[in-house]
């Protein structure tokens, strides 16, 4: 299995909605991030996971939580978000879980999150 | 504050024309990255460069990188419209962690027929 994947596809949530975001892979990678992407603009990081313990965090507010259960698995939990956040969320491994690392990240296909 | 900017931002050219984009970043860095994204799709890993004086080829795309110009560029060779698509290159410092990316603004690339 060569490629990270993301579920759901597609959400819309409201703003009192509580929701998460998966991110899968089975690759072996021991580092796993998520982004933010707004429409034609990059990425922006969000989180990093490095061997299962997050290891950065930009400043994300806190209703974007976080979690990984395992070194094959992220998830991303919603919780009272605005309309501002609105966006694809991209997931992204790479194989090693050392934060130098010159790896190159492997990006899943996104969630596209409406939030109404 | 590592900042990377590329140019142009939007890129129109004909099928079988030469091209390049260019990436140019504010501090030292020893990683540099390009990425493809076609429209509401992901990312796709192109080229890694790690040093001065890099050079990768993958069919039409060529990168170079040279560390000392903080420049990277990313060259078309005889264009073809599955090229279209917007490409970023993205930039580590070891200092800020490799994993931590700052990625340029993307340069939207149309290649028409």
């Known amino acids: 299995d060569t490629e990270v994947t993301q579920t759901p596809k597609h959400l819309v949530m409201g703003m009192t909605n509580k929701k998460s975001l998966k991110c899968e892979q089975h690759?072996?990678?021991?580092?796993m991030y998520w982004y933010k992407q707004k429409a034609k603009k990059p990425p922006e990081l969000m989180f990093v996971y490095s061997y299962e313990k997050l290891s950065i965090n930009e400043s994300v507010p806190s209703r974007f939580s976080p979690e990984c259960p395992n070194s094959s698995l992220l998830n991303l939990h919603l919780h009272a978000l605005q309309p501002e956040d609105s966006a694809l969320y991209l997931c992204?491994?790479?194989?090693?879980?050392?934060?130098?690392?010159?790896?190159?990240?492997?990006f899943g296909p996104g969630t596209r999150l409406t939030v109404l | 504050e590592l900042k990377v900017e590329q140019n142009p931002l939007f890129l129109s050219m004909q099928e079988g024309k030469n091209y390049t984009i260019y990436c140019n970043y504010s501090?030292?860095?020893?990683?540099l990255y390009w990425y493809r994204q076609d429209p509401g799709k992901s990312l796709e890993s192109l080229f890694v460069?790690?040093?001065?004086?890099a050079v990768k080829q993958e069919g039409r795309l060529m990168a170079s990188l040279d560390t000392k110009a903080r420049l990277s560029t990313l060259h078309i060779t005889a264009a073809v419209h599955d090229l279209s698509a917007t490409y970023f290159c993205?930039?580590?410092?070891?200092?800020?962690?490799?994993?931590?990316?700052?990625f340029g603004e993307g340069t939207q690339l149309t290649v028409n027929p």
């Open positions: 993205a930039v580590g410092n070891e200092e800020t962690s490799g994993s931590r990316l700052t």
């Open positions: 501090t030292t860095s020893d990683r």
């Open positions: 992204a491994s790479s194989p090693s879980g050392f934060l130098y690392s010159t790896d190159t990240q492997y």
């Open positions: 460069l790690l040093s001065n004086g």
């Open positions: 690759m072996g990678h021991r580092a």
